[in-house]
């Protein structure tokens, strides 16, 4: 299999875990450097800047919300700077790996990818949807909305962040892996179609069916491609490390293969992997899982 991302990559950390009701992924994006990222890339011969972290203002409390947006302004601020980080970097026709952090940080990454692409699509790997708005989250968890921001939905203070004013269109999003959504997020995928693709499906169709599948549906119209891949969609077997744990999920195995073929897409744009929670880990095994995944997206064999 050809892999055809760009060679030049931008590694960014986004220490951030305001989204989430579970302290402890703002420490995922250095424990997946400890894991040895950067010298596994550049072994394969890509050109690989590490930019640092953004930097997380206001510290680390979790603030609850009367308005279901808890820690809605450091969140907010975050997702800001996140933009225009990954703004400049697309400009500077590099590729932006993005390290989190808890999941609101896809915000960030694709109002960036916003500015740079009318119309993009994403490839969400996750056991959640995270396309809850403040009216219908159970939570009041940040992480658990930024597709439904992202689409304009839900309160203004989330959908207006970064400079982009274009927004996701539904047809462009694919769903793999899901398994565990709430009542709310059923009713907003099925009444705008979304494609989803469950575990049921995978354990019925195969992943290599399921991915040459979305890789079909959302390379149709689509002028970028954003990969975000959410370490729960795996299973607490392999990934123990991460804080939404939902038992049935991919195996290691499944999650190569897909990400594999994920990389003979022509027009990937940005990357992000997001959700490990050394905290909550083995000795970092999630963080080395993750590591792995991301070099067999970028074509380490093994």
């Known amino acids: 299999m050809k892999n055809r991302l760009k060679r030049e990559i931008s590694i960014i950390g986004v220490p951030l875990d305001m989204g989430a009701s579970q302290l402890g992924t703002r420490l995922g994006p250095e424990a997946i450097r400890i894991a040895g990222l950067i010298d596994r890339l550049e072994a394969m011969d890509y050109s690989v800047s590490d930019l640092g972290n953004i930097n997380i203002n206001g510290g680390y409390r979790l603030e609850k919300s009367a308005d279901n947006l808890n820690n809605l302004d450091i969140v907010v601020e975050a997702n800001e700077n996140l933009s225009i980080i990954v703004d400049a970097i697309l400009k500077r026709n590099r590729l932006p790996l993005i390290l989190g952090g808890d999941h609101s940080s896809v915000l960030g990454s694709v109002k960036g990818v916003l500015n740079n692409y009318e119309n993009p699509g994403i490839i969400y790997f996750d056991a ?90 959302i390379s149709k119209d689509t002028d970028a491609i954003h990969i975000s891949f959410d370490v729960d969609c795996l299973d607490p077997k392999v990934a123990p490390g991460t804080g939404v744990k939902v038992l049935g999920g991919l195996n290691f195995r499944e999650a190569k293969i897909a990400l594999e073929l994920t990389s003979q897409l022509d027009n990937i744009c ?8 050394p905290l909550l880990d083995d000795q970092n095994e999630t963080a080395e899982v993750a590591t792995a995944l991301i070099c067999a997206l970028f074509g380490e064999s093994q």
């Open 128 to 217: 959640h949807a995270d396309i809850n708005t403040e009216l219908t989250t159970p939570t009041g968890n940040i992480h658990g909305m930024p597709i439904a921001s992202l689409m304009g939905m839900g309160d203004k203070r989330l959908s207006e962040v970064g400079e982009a004013r274009g927004v996701l269109k539904p047809e462009n999003i694919v769903y793999i892996g899901l398994r565990d959504l709430d009542p709310g997020e059923r009713e907003i995928i099925r009444k705008l179609g979304i494609k989803a693709f469950s575990v049921q499906d995978i354990d019925r169709l195969g992943i290599e069916e399921v991915m040459n599948e979305a890789m079909k549906y």
């Open 270 to 277: 940005s990357i992000e992997f997001v959700e490990v929670n």
